[in-house]
């Protein structure tokens, strides 16, 4: 699907809605973040959770940093658009 660093993690200060639908974020629309692109979804539009390879998986920049080989064998929260480029049908 696409290669190391081709994607950024993306701020939760900048993301207002939904990169998928549009809906804009608060106490009942939380923010999630796609493991393969770094975009902030909704619940909704990343509802999909994919095996992601240790060189695709992103991580937050400001969490703690965890094993990408540990990673890299648990199912990882991607948002439809992602699933859709791994091969998955989105819900």
């Known amino acids: 699907m696409r290669g190391p660093k081709q994607y950024v ?3 939760d200060l900048e993301a207002k ?8 974020f608060g106490l009942l629309v939380r923010r ?6 770094g975009l902030i979804h909704c619940d909704r539009c990343s ?6 390879s240790s060189t695709q998986i992103l991580q937050d920049p400001n969490g ?3 094993s990408l080989d540990v990673l890299a064998s ?3 929260r991607v948002c439809d658009t992602c699933y859709a480029k791994l091969g998955g049908i989105p819900p």
Do not use: K
């Open 32 to 37: 999630h973040h796609c493991r393969c692109c």
């Open 74 to 76: 648990q199912h990882q």
């Open 47 to 52: 509802m999909s959770r994919a095996r992601l």
């Open 9 to 11: 993690w993306e701020s």
């Open 64 to 66: 703690p940093l965890e």
């Open 17 to 24: 809605e939904c990169r998928g639908c549009r809906r804009r």
